[in-house]
């Protein structure tokens, strides 16, 4: 039986990166049948609302879905289809693994660390309102119920691919109740897991340890702005924006899609890096238990990188995406 996945292609450089993705995905000889899915900018323009009612319902009916990034307008138009999106579905879990690639030159080798996002609440709750002419106040909401639960899938997640550390990130010196709250919420449940070390950070040194002693790290648990942030600076370690995936994960239903954005200053060209998101189609096999296919094209990348043939200009080349999804199409094949 095929799988019946939905595809978001999503704005800017999203069709070209999931078009690769899917390329790489059939190489590997996996049945999915595709149900297309609008959000973003093409749903405004058919349907004049961002994130569609049929879209949600075709989400909520394959429960797995590969997307392309959604732009997000700065300070002013619709919010976020992205955190929307996360909120309907229950998506608590972001997920997003750095990992150094071979023949991606970077200050740094060897770097192997997860970073567990909470997705729903903190600053993303969307509260914001002007008290008086030149006031405004954005709410930060931060609830035992999402600590808790956020800190379990980190424990299990440990637990589950053999990791040995999980590091909770924090302001809680100046953030006492709410950051207050989220780290002993990760304190209650390390308890459980005696086998796992647990540490907790301060989110500026923690910056600072990342880009001086990176490899110190193995799991990071990060409230939502946080994650956000150190997400990318994580990215920045392994090579950039280009090369990260991530996935999206609820009780019910995951969306796998990439760290990067829509990138609109090299949509249409045919540049964008589709590493990311071949790497996330990777994560989305393993999710659905199609490990050997999913380790294929994890190999096959990291040949194409290590060679270092055909890269796009991000990572020093000149290739374009098709040419690096085809490049490791052909790679996967020898893997299977
Ligand atoms: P958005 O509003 O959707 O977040 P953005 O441009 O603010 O878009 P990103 O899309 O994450 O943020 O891009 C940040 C920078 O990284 C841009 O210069 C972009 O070109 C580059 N970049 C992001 N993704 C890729 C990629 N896959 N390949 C090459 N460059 C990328």
Not at 49 to 74: C, F, M, S, Y
Not at 189 to 202: D, G, L, S
Request: proline share 5%; glycine share 8%; charged share 25%.
């Amino acid at each position: 039986m095929p799988y019946c996945l939905t595809l978001l292609p999503g704005d800017g450089i999203g069709p070209e990166v999931t078009g690769a993705a899917l390329t790489v995905l059939k190489a590997t000889g996996v049945k999915i049948v595709w149900d297309k899915a609008l959000a973003g900018q093409r749903a405004i323009e058919r349907y004049a609302d961002p994130l569609p009612p049929e879209t949600i319902k075709l989400l909520k009916k394959n429960k797995v879905a590969l997307k392309g990034p959604i732009g997000t307008p700065i300070a002013k138009g619709f919010g976020s289809v992205n955190v929307l999106m996360r909120k309907k579905l229950n998506l608590y879990a972001n997920l997003r693994p750095i990992r150094s690639l071979r023949g991606i030159r970077t200050k740094y080798q060897n770097i192997d660390l997860i970073v567990v996002r909470e997705n729903t609440e903190s600053l993303y709750s969307g509260i914001e309102h002007e008290v008086a002419p030149g006031v405004v106040e954005s709410i930060k909401v931060i609830t035992e119920k999402a600590s808790l639960r956020i800190a379990e899938f980190s424990f299990q997640y440990a637990k589950k691919e053999k990791r040995k550390k999980v590091t909770a990130i924090h302001k809680a010196n100046i953030m006492k109740l709410s950051d207050g709250l989220f780290l002993s919420c990760a304190q209650r449940v390390a308890k459980r897991f005696p086998k796992i070390i647990y540490n907790e950070m301060i989110v500026d040194n923690a910056c600072m340890q990342l880009v001086t002693r990176p490899q110190q790290f193995d799991i990071l648990l990060l409230e939502n702005l946080y994650g956000d942030i150190v997400s990318d600076l994580c990215a920045g370690l392994v090579g950039g924006l280009g090369v990260v995936p991530g996935a999206n994960i609820g009780e019910d239903a995951a969306i796998f899609e990439a760290v990067h954005g829509s990138a609109p200053d090299i949509a249409g060209k045919g540049i964008a890096n589709p590493i990311a998101m071949i790497l996330t189609a990777a994560m989305m096999l393993k999710y659905l238990g199609e490990t050997k296919r999913a380790q294929a094209i994890e190999q096959a990348v990291n040949n194409i990188t290590g060679d270092r043939e055909v890269l796009t200009p991000d990572l020093g080349g000149s290739s374009s995406t098709r040419q690096v999804a085809n490049a490791v199409s052909r790679q996967v094949k020898k893997y299977l």
